[in-house]
Every structure is written in structure tokens, then in C-alpha cells.
């Protein structure tokens, strides 16, 4: 333990200057699109990759989700994809020899209505029966567990329930982010910060590279859309539309104080949610703005809203100040399901898209599916349900319970 | 217990009585002192009456309030914890990414303990909703908002911000000016020099008097300015779109929306990377200015000043008149004229004047005891063997100011470097907002009042209200502003370029040791310059990522003391120029929000129906249904139950949305958004409705009832009222139809009454024919029940005989009690929500979002009759057209149980095997008809044949379920018929 303080290493870089051709070309170098290149090197020998992004490493979502991972989502579907990712979360620190700090504090979602209490019951139930971890706990356990939050019967609307999700908690984003780029970097791949797509070309329906912002064409055999936020402005490129809305989702931290509560308390029914990192700052957030927009601007109703819900459960939090807050853009989808793999128009256009408020949390599992994809050709059984052609074929798969502002 | 004068800071009168140690620092534990003395840093935060993380050097010192220093255990003096700082060499940048990595027993063992050490202050978890205490003023939690609307609101209290509210408002704008001061005048209020604004038209009111009279001056000007409000001890934290400012002023949140903003936030002093800067005893210039002038509460008594810029030599001046002595002043810069006349005060004092030299060092343990200074070479480098030890208690630093952009760069400005003045310096600002003053990198009052002047017509020039400038008027200010600005950039060229940029790099000893580089670079998160020196190596190049690498500019001072700094640092490692390295951006708020204030008073809206006290009183439990509170059950369901299937029930169904839908259109209208025909309803009948999206999944469903050839009824479910408005409003709309849509919800009142005497209790009451040939199942009808003019529809959600009557809000009560009593020889009993559940579940009448999804269609709730596909284009056609031919994936069945266990709702289903989840009980219930329990699910539709079974997992028990699609009680549909 202690030799790895003194270990100086570099992580990543200098910069490489792009060359005319790769076998994988990933745009957007956040958490999917780096973990896809890692486990691509990793698990398949395919190190031959270029990762473009127009902002910094990990500047897009990677770097403004509110870092919290948990598998107790309300489809089986959803259920294998977001436990797998859990799964490789637990071992990802040792694996890249890199601390990312996580901490499964337990994950609350709260139910303050009769409907809600429905709905946690619901997702404690299909949770047991999938091998989740997780159940029903009432007031008086919640109290215990968090005694911080009001739970009292005077407030407007008094908890009445809530799943509770042992192995949920939270990871530092930012490392998660830098341990696959240093990975990735390690076993060849290449990343390109500030580095704007801003075409593919396309011919004989098969994809055949990219266009730069710096006006170079780099060829590729395989294109992945890893992009959320523009996701379907990107994916127009190669003519395909795709059923993405993007939303503002907002999120702000508190100053740091002393350990207040040690779970991620979330409630639907007030649309925030919060937890304390180990920094000591508490970390809050909401659902995405009600009405569509690329606006990276965030805005003082939804700081007014949070911080309003967030006294609402924890009246002890009013005079604690917030220090700052930021937005990202989100890529929904009708059924708040992601969009991943092949489209059926364009040979070699990958996607991995439509993550909308959860991408963060499945990251390790979409990179590890994905690159089974690009090196194997084949679909794997995890990731066939989130085919774009399942919107034609009334086949969606509705997380809109489980994903709306539990993040 | 201290004293302290009227007008002190909880900092001054801390510092008068000799406290010198206010905190600890955040990782290392080390102690921290004033600073900034301005809210800017981290250093002076207390917890005050409770409230942790509270400003001293900004909070008014109170009669009997008590200050707690924070971050240190027993003591903020003596802190075991300051033991961090001897293992500190073990704790490099990014430390806990390269340890405890054995997941889950080092990092899950280590956690706990780092992060007891790290936080500041903390946060009580219980606090009564109410704190009695609190309504006594200062912090509490009693918090306001306040709306204004003004034509311009003008951020920043200094000269720039004074002279450019009265210049709009003088030229007929209302305006607002916020600050944080509790008098206006900024750095005039302690500047002793004549102010000379030079020969511009309208200056010479303010020329000719010393700083701090004009400071008195503007003040009275501004708060005698009859278009013009001053909100003091105000904080602007952010620039929201579309001009919105939020200001903190106590408790209070003031939200400004204006046509014209004006930022004039001025600059603020930031620290200067060097080792040991964090002792206490090192002070930020300004910051002592304000100590002096202000509070009458001298740094101490012996001083070095350190300098890069003209500031330095007024504040040594200021520190000589305190009283202060000044063992030596350093000025970076080589090309300082020293033969001024206050240069030759100094030299009088005693003090050693040096130019081209600066700091390397703070000397002292605990509190500074004296400083190393040493010389620059001509690219501001120390130059090793330079050095000179001077004794002193108090090390003022003065090395440079950095624009307070941040409001600026909320609203999407950009910042960048200028070479020549040594400072980010916003430019290219949106139409709407002007700047002036120190906020523009310009550090000259000349400039200022121009550009004041500027910034003031130019917000008022496009108002109905304002007067118009002269012509030429503005033209001749920027031509003026023009000449200031270039006379000011020649005096800053003619000193020699600004040698240390946030940092003095320690000099190369030449025998290729490394530099120690030991100097703090971040005291929020205390970050040195050889962590940040050793990311960049490590690849953290950009410094975006540096930012969040060593968590620089992350702290609670956001920046404000280690941005400038910082990029000085990752400039100088990666070999870039500081306009290269460029900036991080910066996020609101300006500065940290208490939450109360953000969250306001808290008011929460609650609606009671007109019948709400009659519950109260019949001794109902209530339960919460959006923003209602209904009744969930009186005295027991079962009671309710028999009363409704044997005698006669009531139930309160107000919350139920109400629409009318009025207009040539309005056929049409509801022909596209339900899934049914409502244009041929006849005039007279109500219909099952249900609304659907594009993709086919239904949104809600309610009763279409139609009163005349273009005027509907509709209800809709209690928590989809506003959305179906919405809805039916933006349709009509989009498509220029000719509809009215009316929310009548809260306008009416309504009841169902039901069971076999419900006609008879009626008919007591009304001369409405009721007869079934007359009043049949689903007709509707109106007239006078009990006096009060009525709406009846004849509908059979419980599954008996009954009418649901919509009437006037008003008549609530009487309504009610009319009934009970014209019902008590029928043996009425009320019902609530939860006995109605059980009676609904009982005829398989489905609650949407109960027992359908986000993605449940008609075809898989079998309620294929309500889908005419035979008609024009509605909602969901596409989907529903295409789903109508495809087997549905899953499928609502109705089931019943033996024995005695309940399932619950949203208990998980089965196949017959045990082996495959099939899909979940959505509702289930005991059913005192069909004597089991009975309930619906939604399942795979290839196991939902009828007579077919699958599992229910509930608790520890898998039962076995029977699939039926016959309701459980009167599947013929008599009874709600009779």
C-alpha cells in the first residue's frame, strides 16, 4: 500500500497527432467510450483505436453526473445490464491499479405517496427475484439509517416507505474516467481531447471514417457513437435518426462539513436527490429539466427547486450553503432505455447512446458489450434488448419508473 | 466572551482581542489566520450560533452571539489532528487514487476514518422544522424571497457601480444597485488621497475631496436618488439567462430580473504561491486596508510589504499613519520611480526599500515571525544567494488583483489573458449587460467614472422611459475613455513588465536539485505547487483536468485565491503561456448560498376538497393524491364495503379533474386525443375515454360526457389534470382549432353515490327522473338535488347503481350533509379511496399507473373497445394500428388465489414452474364477493390464456394463481345497470 504513494506514473499522453487511419474510431472519450477501448485492447487484442472529443477527457457527462452506481433498476433487462456493471465496478480499482474511491454506502429511494410505495414494492420485489439486493424498509429503519431526514408525519408530504439497495453508493467520476483512459493509453489506444467531430463519411452504406474540426479525414473500419447529450446530431451524420429528445439535468454541491448522513437518499416524489461524499460536501440533484434544450447554462429555478426539496427532508441542511452548480445535457430516450449497437442502414456505426440520466452508472458493462460487439461481431445476449429497431417493433423496454430522478 | 465596537466584524473583534488563529486547514489541519478580510478565502470560517462555515471577517459582530472555530479537535489552537501535516510528504497529489486500492477491505476500511478528518463545520442532522430561536434575526431559518423588476440593476457598490446608477437613473431608469458592503464607496472608503477625475464634463462634483469623503458622498448621492434603490450587505451569486440576478442580503433572497444589467463587481486580491504563505500573519493588502480603515484594528506591529503594483506603497503608507511599523518593502517591479514623496515617507520610517525583489519565504511556526525576500532576475526569476531575512509579525502582500468576472462568465463572457495588464479580463459581454470599474482589469478612477458614465447612458438609452442622451454625448465619453485607458496602459508599460504572475519560483541552486515548490497554491484543499507540478507530469496537462486532479479552485473560495495562481503554475510546467494554459470556468453561484435562502419560506400548497372538515369530522384518515388530501377509509373498509354492495355509500370525488370543452371544434378536438369516437357520442351520454401517446401507451383515462352539440364534460384521473389540460390546450392550438378548454376542477365539487338505495335516497332529494328507462347506465342528466344546481352522470366504477354528481364548490358541506341525512334511513355509510379500490378491483376495472405502465396499450389492458381505429388520424393511431395485429408482449389478467395470503401489490409473477419471471400483481386485494383473494397482473400474454396459472411470489409463500378474465362480482353487469 504505502509504495503506491510514491508511485509518479504517467497517466496518459503527450499528445499524439492523429494518424490517417484507425481500426476503431470512438467519438466522445467519456466513461463508455474509453471503457469501450480499454476492454477492445483488453479482452480482444483490437488496440488500434482513436478516441475523439471536442471537449477535455472526460468533459462531457463523464465528468457532471453525480456519481452514484446501484443495479435496482425495474426490468430484467435493465436489471443484467446495470448489475453487470456494478459487478465490474466492484473490481475495477484493482483491476486498473488506480483507487477510484468506491464507497457502497447503500442506495434510499424514498416513497412519500401510496403510489410510490406501489412502485418501491414493485422494484424491492423483481429486484429479490433477479438476485438484486434489495427491499422495503418503513420509517422506522429509514430513521435509523439516516436520521438526519425528516420523517416525522408534519411534513407535506411524510415518508412513508422506501427501497432500500445495499450495494448502491457512489464512485469518484473522475477516476473512473482517468483509470480507463490510462488503460486504454497503456495497451495503445489513443485519446484526442479537443478534438470535434464534424462529419462521417459514408459510402456503399458501410461507414468509412471521420471528419475533424481541424479539417483531417481519418479513416476507420468501425465508427462508435459514445456521445450522449448531441448524440443524434452525430448519428444524423451517417442519415440515421434516432428517438432522442436532449435535456438539461442539473446537479450542486455543498460545502464540505463533518459526516452528516452516510446513504444516497433519493425521492421521486420531491425530484432530488442527496448523498455526502467523502470530501464531506453533499452532493444534490434533480430531474431533468421539464422542457428540452442543448443549454449548457444552468438555471436558478432548478437550484431554488433542489435546495428547496432538499430542506424539505433535511431541515437540519438550511443554513448549510451551496458552493456551485452545473448541468449536463441528456440524450432521452421514450423508454428511458439506452440505445446500443448496430443500426440496420449503415454497415460499422456503432452506437452506444440514448443514456439519457444513467449512463455513468453502466459504463463498465456497455464498454465490455460493445467492444464484444466490434471484435466478435455477434450482439451479446445483455445488450440485444436496447436495439434501435425495437422503437419499430413496439419492443421497448419502459425504465421511466426506476430511472426518472433516481439517479 | 469579547467585546467588540459597533460596526465590527465578528473577525475584527476577534482579532482586537488578539486572536490570531481562526481555523484549521482542511487536510493538513494547519493552522490558518485572516487573510482576505474580505469573504473571499477559507480561512476565517466559524461556526456562528450553530450555523457552521459563516465568514467572520463578514458577519456584523452581535450582542451574546457565540463564534466556534472549526476543523480542529480538542481545540482549533492545540488540533491532534495537525499530525497530518508530519506524514505529509506521504499524501502527494491524488494520493487516494494510488492507495487502499485492495477493494473492498482497504478503501472500505479507510473511508470511514478520512472522512471524519476532512468536512468543515458541521451540520446539526436534526433541526426542528420551526426553530423558535431562529426568528430573532441574523441566521436562522426564517427565510424570504423577494421579486423586482427594475429597468436596470447595477452589481458592485465601488465608485464604477455608484457613478453608473446615477447616471441611468438620472437619465430616467429605475434602477437597483446591489452590494456587499454595508456602505457604498468601495476602496474610497479608505483611500486618503484627493481624488482627481481630470477636466470631463460631470466630474468635477466629484473632484477635490479625499477617497473617503467622495466614498461619504456617493453614498448620500445614491441613497437620495429617488429612481435609485441600494440594497446593502447584499451578495449577487449568480447571472441566471435572460437577465436574472439572485442577491443574498441575510435571510432574504432577492430575484432581479432586469432589461439591463450592469456589473461593476470590481477585483479582488489573490494570494501569492510562496512557502509558508498560509501562516498566520500573512495578509492580502487590501484586506489589511480594510482592517485599518474600517475596523481600527491594526495587523500587527511590525510589517513587510510585498508588492508588484502601485497598491503596495499606499498601503505601506496606510500601515505608517496606523502606526505600523514597515521593516521592508519589496516591490517586484524594477522600474518604480522611488523618489516620490511617499516613497520618501517611507525611507523616513525606517523602512528598507527594495525594488526587483520579492518573497521567498515566511519564517515562523505556527505565526509568522518574520520573511526571506529575495531578488528577481529581468524574467521575474529568484535569483539563488539573494536573500534577506527581515523580523516582522505581519507580511502584507499586494502582488497583483484579478477581475471578479465570475457573474460575467455565467453569462457566457468570455475571459481571457491580457498580456500587457497581467490579468484575465472579461470581454466581448451580451448586449444587455455593460461593465465598469476594476472588473474590466483597468485599475484607474479616471476610467472608471468614464466608463460608468458609458455603461449608465447605454443601459438607459433604449428605455420608453429614459431620456435621451445628448447626441455626440456618448461618443465624446468613449472618446475620452480612449485617451484614459491608453494614458493608463503607457504608465503600467513604462514600470517594466509584471514580474511574478500568483507565484515566485524558487531559484535553481544549479546543482540540479529540485526546487522544493512547498508554497500552497490551494489553502481551501491545502494543494502545493509541487502537487500540482507532479500532476502535469503526470499528464494533467490541460488544466480542466488539473483542476479536478488536484482539486485546485474546487474549495470553498471557488478560485478566488488560487485560480490566478494556479495557472501560473500549469503555464510555467507544461511551457505554455498563461494566455495558452487559459482558464477553468466558473459555475454559480458567486459565492456559497445558504440553502434556507434558496428554498424560501417553504410554503407547500395543499388542496382540500369543499367536503374536507365533514371527513374530518366522520372521522376519516387521510392520505395524500398529488396535491390532495382525501379520505383513504373512515371506520373499515369492510363496513364501506357492505354499506356500498347491500345499502347505499358516498365518496368525496372532487379531486377528479374537470374539463369543459366548449367550441366548433371541440368534436374534433376529442376525437384526436381519445382513442374512442367522442363526435358521435350523443348529446346526453357520457363515455369511457382513455388518452394515449404516440407510441400507443395510455396517459390517462376519465369520462367524456357530452352536454350539447359543441360542449363537452370530461373528467380525467386526480393527478393528471394538469397534463390533460396541457394537453387538450396545445393540441387545439397546434392544430387552429376552435376549442375552449376550461379547468373547472377546484370550481366543482363532486360525490358518487352508489349502491342499491342510491335511487331512493336520490329521488328524496330530486325531481330528476332517475328511472333506468329514463336514466340509463351511462346517460347523464341535470337538474336540482337538493336545491343545488347538479351534473349527473350515471357510471359504475364500484359496480352498483350510481350516480356521480359534479355540482358548485360552494355548496360542499350542505351538499354532504343533505345527503347523509336524507341517506340515514338507507343506511348511507361514507366510503374512502381504499374501500373503492377493493370494489373496482372486484368489477376488474383498471386505475391506470395502478395497473398499467408507461408502456401499457389498451390491446394489453384488454380494453380493445375503446380504440376505433375507423376514424381520422388521432394520437397513437400509427402505434395502436401497428399493435392491433401483433400479439401484445404482456397482458392485463384478472386472478384468484386460495388461502389466506394476500399477494401484495407489485409482487412478482411467475411461469407455473417457478423457473421465469413472467410479471407482477398490480393490484390485489381480499375479496369478500368472490370470498379469496382476487386481483389483476401483467404478464407475458403467451401464459395469460384463460383458466391458465402462474405463481405469485409473495414473502416466504409461491401461490398458485388462476387466470380469469370474469370479473369477480356481477360479471354481468346487472347491478350498476338496474
Known amino acids: ?407 | 466572551m469579547i467585546s467588540a465596537y459597533e460596526g465590527d466584524t465578528v473577525a475584527s473583534a476577534l482579532y482586537a482581542s488578539g486572536v490570531r488563529t481562526f481555523s484549521r486547514s482542511f487536510l493538513f489541519h494547519r493552522k490558518r489566520g485572516l487573510l482576505c478580510v474580505s469573504g473571499r478565502c477559507p480561512n476565517c470560517m466559524v461556526t456562528v450560533d450553530g450555523v457552521p462555515n459563516v465568514r467572520a471577517c463578514c458577519e456584523p459582530a452581535r450582542e451574546g452571539m457565540k463564534v466556534k472555530r472549526q476543523n480542529g479537535w480538542p481545540s482549533t489552537d492545540t488540533d491532534i489532528f495537525s499530525g497530518v501535516q508530519l506524514i505529509e510528504r506521504f499524501l502527494p497529489v491524488g494520493f487516494y487514487y494510488k492507495t487502499f486500492i485492495n477493494f473492498p477491505t482497504e478503501w472500505a476500511n479507510t473511508q470511514p476514518m478520512i472522512r471524519r478528518l476532512t468536512g468543515r463545520g458541521s451540520v446539526k442532522q436534526e433541526l426542528a422544522r420551526w426553530n423558535a430561536q431562529a426568528a430573532s434575526g441574523g441566521h436562522g431559518d426564517r427565510f424570504e424571497k423577494q421579486y423586482l423588476h427594475p429597468d436596470v440593476v447595477v452589481v458592485g457598490g465601488g465608485p464604477a457601480g455608484v457613478f453608473a446608477a446615477l447616471a441611468a437613473s438620472r437619465a430616467g431608469a429605475s434602477a437597483v444597485l446591489v452590494h456587499d458592503q454595508p456602505s457604498l464607496g468601495g476602496h474610497l472608503r479608505f483611500e486618503g488621497d484627493t481624488v482627481d477625475l481630470g477636466s470631463v464634463e460631470g466630474a468635477e462634483e466629484f473632484s477635490g475631496m479625499r477617497g473617503y469623503e467622495l466614498a461619504a458622498k456617493l453614498d448620500r448621492l445614491a441613497r437620495a436618488e429617488e429612481n435609485l434603490r441600494v440594497y446593502d450587505n447584499a451578495n449577487a451569486f449568480g447571472l441566471y439567462e435572460s437577465n436574472e440576478v439572485g442577491v443574498v442580503q441575510g435571510n432574504k433572497m432577492l430575484k432581479l430580473r432586469a432589461k439591463q444589467l450592469i456589473i461593476s463587481t470590481g477585483a479582488g486580491e489573490y494570494l501569492t504561491v510562496f512557502k509558508n504563505n498560509d501562516l498566520p500573519g500573512v495578509l492580502l493588502g487590501s484586506g489589511v486596508r480594510r482592517m485599518l480603515a474600517l475596523y481600527g484594528v491594526p495587523p500587527g506591529k511590525n510589517a513587510v510589504v510585498v508588492t508588484n503594483n502601485d497598491s503596495g506603497l499606499s498601503l505601506a503608507n496606510a500601515l505608517l499613519e496606523a502606526g505600523v511599523k514597515v521593516s521592508a518593502f519589496a516591490d517586484a517591479r524594477t522600474k518604480v520611480d522611488t523618489s516620490s514623496p511617499r516613497f520618501e515617507a517611507l525611507r523616513k520610517s525606517g523602512a528598507i526599500l527594495l525594488t526587483g525583489y520579492s518573497i521567498k519565504e515566511a519564517e515562523g511556526g505556527g505565526r509568522v515571525t518574520g520573511a526571506t525576500l529575495i531578488r528577481l532576475d529581468e524574467n521575474g526569476a529568484a535569483t539563488a544567494g539573494t536573500e534577506k531575512s527581515f523580523k516582522c509579525d505581519t507580511i502584507c502582500l499586494a502582488n497583483g488583483f484579478e477581475p471578479d468576472a465570475a457573474l460575467l462568465t455565467q453569462a457566457r463572457c468570455r475571459v481571457s489573458y491580457d498580456e500587457a495588464l497581467g490579468e484575465f479580463i472579461p470581454s466581448e459581454s451580451p448586449a444587455s449587460v455593460q461593465t465598469c470599474g476594476d472588473v474590466t482589469g483597468i485599475h484607474d478612477l479616471r476610467c472608471a467614472f468614464l466608463q460608468a458614465n458609458i455603461a449608465g447612458l447605454q443601459a438607459a438609452s433604449g428605455l420608453a422611459s429614459a431620456t435621451k442622451a445628448p447626441a455626440g454625448k456618448l461618443n465624446e465619453l468613449s472618446a475620452s475613455l480612449k485617451s484614459a485607458e491608453t494614458a493608463y496602459r503607457d504608465r503600467l508599460a513604462s514600470q517594466g513588465p509584471r514580474p511574478i504572475i500568483g507565484i515566485v519560483s524558487e531559484p535553481t541552486d544549479g546543482k540540479g536539485r529540485k526546487p522544493e515548490m512547498n508554497g500552497f497554491a490551494c489553502i481551501c484543499e491545502d494543494v502545493k505547487e509541487k502537487e500540482l507540478a507532479q500532476a502535469v507530469e503526470e499528464g494533467f496537462r490541460d488544466i480542466e483536468i488539473l483542476k479536478r486532479y488536484s482539486t485546485l479552485t474546487m474549495g470553498p473560495c471557488e478560485g478566488k485565491m488560487c485560480a490566478t495562481p494556479g495557472v501560473g503554475i500549469c503555464a510555467r510546467e507544461t511551457g505554455r503561456s498563461i494566455a495558452d494554459a487559459g482558464r477553468t470556468v466558473s459555475r454559480p453561484p458567486y459565492l456559497p448560498v445558504p440553502m434556507g435562502a434558496l428554498a424560501g419560506p417553504g410554503l407547500h400548497p395543499v388542496k382540500l376538497t369543499a367536503m374536507h372538515y365533514k371527513h374530518l369530522e366522520a372521522g376519516a384518515t387521510l392520505m395524500d393524491m398529488g396535491e390532495w388530501k382525501r379520505p383513504h377509509v373512515y371506520t373499515s373498509v369492510f363496513e364501506e364495503y357492505s354499506a356500498v354492495r347491500t345499502k347505499v355509500g358516498i365518496i368525496d370525488l372532487s379531486t377528479l379533474g374537470r374539463l369543459d370543452v366548449k367550441g366548433r371544434d371541440a368534436p374534433k378536438l376529442l376525437d384526436f386525443i381519445y382513442t374512442h369516437t367522442m363526435s358521435k357520442l350523443q348529446n346526453g351520454k357520457s363515455r369511457y375515454g382513455v388518452i394515449c401517446d404516440d407510441a400507443g401507451a395510455i396517459l390517462d383515462d376519465g369520462t367524456v360526457t357530452r352536454l350539447g352539440e359543441d360542449h363537452y364534460f370530461i373528467t380525467t384521473s386526480t393527478g393528471n389534470i394538469d397534463f390533460v389540460e396541457q394537453w387538450l390546450t396545445w393540441w387545439a392550438v397546434a392544430k387552429k382549432w376552435e376549442a375552449q378548454v376550461t379547468n373547472l376542477t377546484s370550481g366543482f365539487a363532486a360525490v358518487n353515490v352508489a349502491g342499491p338505495r342510491a335511487r331512493d335516497l336520490l329521488r328524496t332529494l330530486t325531481d330528476v327522473d332517475l328511472s333506468t328507462e329514463k336514466f340509463p347506465y351511462m346517460a347523464s342528466g341535470s337538474g336540482l338535488v337538493a336545491g343545488v344546481p347538479c351534473i349527473l352522470l350515471r357510471i359504475g366504477f364500484v359496480g352498483e347503481t350510481g350516480w356521480e354528481i359534479h355540482f358548485p364548490a360552494e355548496y360542499g358541506e350542505y351538499f354532504w350533509d343533505r345527503l347523509m341525512e336524507a341517506g340515514r334511513p338507507f343506511g348511507i355509510m361514507p366510503f374512502g379511496v381504499e374501500t373503492q379500490r377493493l370494489l373496482r378491483l372486484e368489477k376488474m376495472h383498471v386505475i391506470v399507473s395502478q395497473d398499467t405502465d408507461a408502456l401499457s396499450t389498451p390491446y394489453e389492458a384488454n380494453m380493445a373497445w375503446v380504440v376505433k381505429l375507423d376514424k381520422e388520424d388521432f394520437v397513437g393511431k400509427a402505434a395502436l394500428t401497428f399493435a392491433k395485429d401483433e400479439v401484445p408482449q404482456r397482458r392485463l389478467v384478472g386472478f384468484t388465489v386460495e388461502g389466506e395470503v394476500v399477494p401484495h401489490d407489485g409482487d412478482q409473477a411467475f411461469s407455473p414452474d417457478g423457473s421465469t419471471l413472467i410479471g407482477v400483481v398490480t393490484s390485489c386485494r381480499y375479496s369478500p364477493a368472490a370470498q379469496k383473494p382476487v386481483g389483476l397482473a401483467l404478464i407475458r400474454s403467451d401464459l395469460s390464456a384463460d383458466g391458465g396459472t402462474f405463481l405469485v411470489a409473495s414473502g416466504t409463500s409461491k401461490l398458485n394463481a388462476k387466470i380469469t378474465f370474469v370479473p369477480f362480482y356481477d360479471p354481468e353487469g346487472r347491478r350498476l345497470k338496474e
Open chain 1, 1 to 407: 500500500m504505502v509504495l503506491g504513494l510514491f508511485r509518479k506514473e504517467k497517466m496518459w499522453g503527450p499528445h499524439h497527432k492523429l494518424k490517417s487511419h484507425y481500426d476503431v474510431v470512438i467519438i466522445g472519450a467519456g466513461v463508455h467510450g474509453l471503457s469501450t477501448a480499454y476492454y477492445l485492447a483488453k479482452n480482444y487484442g483490437i488496440t488500434d483505436i482513436a478516441l475523439l472529443d471536442k471537449t477535455y477527457l472526460g468533459g462531457g457527462n463523464s465528468g457532471r453526473n453525480t456519481a452514484i452506481v446501484r443495479a435496482n433498476y425495474s426490468t430484467p433487462e435493465g436489471i443484467r445490464l446495470y448489475s453487470e456493471s456494478l459487478d465490474l465496478y466492484e473490481g475495477l480499482s484493482k483491476e486498473l491499479n488506480f483507487n477510484m474511491l468506491l464507497t457502497q454506502m447503500g442506495h434510499m429511494s424514498l416513497a412519500h405517496t401510496d403510489s410510490a410505495v406501489n412502485g418501491v414494492w414493485k422494484r424491492a420485489e423483481i429486484n429479490k427475484a433477479l438476485g438484486v439486493n434489495s427491499r422495503v424498509i418503513w420509517p422506522d429503519e429509514i430513521k435509523r439509517m439516516v436520521p438526519a431526514l425528516d420523517t416525522s408525519q408534519h411534513t407535506r408530504y411524510p415518508i412513508k416507505a422506501a427501497l432500500f439497495h445495499p450495494p448502491g453508493g457512489a464512485i469518484r467520476h473522475d477516476a473512473v474516467v482517468w483509470g480507463y483512459a490510462k488503460g486504454a493509453e497503456a495497451l495503445g489506444a489513443e485519446i484526442h481531447p479537443r478534438t470535434t467531430v464534424t462529419g462521417i463519411d459514408v459510402s456503399d452504406g458501410a461507414v468509412k471514417g471521420v471528419r475533424t474540426s481541424d479539417g483531417s479525414f481519418v479513416g476507420a473500419d468501425v465508427v462508435v457513437n459514445s456521445t450522449s447529450g448531441f448524440c443524434s446530431t452525430i448519428t444524423k451524420m451517417v442519415g440515421v435518426d434516432i428517438p432522442v429528445v436532449t435535456h438539461q439535468l442539473q446537479a450542486c454541491v455543498t460545502e464540505p462539513v463533518k459526516p452528516f448522513m452516510s446513504k444516497v437518499v433519493v425521492s421521486a416524489n420531491l425530484h432530488v436527490y442527496v448523498y455526502q461524499t467523502d470530501r464531506g460536501e453533499l452532493v444534490m440533484g434533480s430531474e431533468i429539466d421539464p422542457y428540452s434544450s442543448y443549454s449548457p447554462l444552468s438555471t436558478f429555478q432548478t437550484l431554488e427547486a433542489i435546495a428547496g426539496h432538499a430542506v424539505e427532508l433535511f431541515p437540519g441542511l438550511k443554513n448549510l450553503r451551496i458552493l456551485r452548480q452545473w448541468s449536463g445535457v441528456c440524450d432521452m430516450t421514450p423508454d428511458y432505455s439506452p440505445i446500443m449497437g448496430r443500426v440496420e442502414e449503415v454497415k460499422n456505426f456503432i452506437l452506444d447512446v440514448g443514456w439519457g440520466t444513467y449512463g455513468f452508472k453502466s459504463g463498465p458493462a456497455s464498454g465490455h458489450n460493445i467492444a464484444e460487439l466490434i471484435a466478435t461481431g455477434k450482439t451479446p445476449d445483455t445488450i440485444k434488448p436496447f436495439a434501435l429497431a425495437r422503437f419499430d417493433a413496439n419492443a421497448q423496454v419502459s425504465e421511466r419508473g426506476a430511472a426518472a430522478v433516481s439517479h
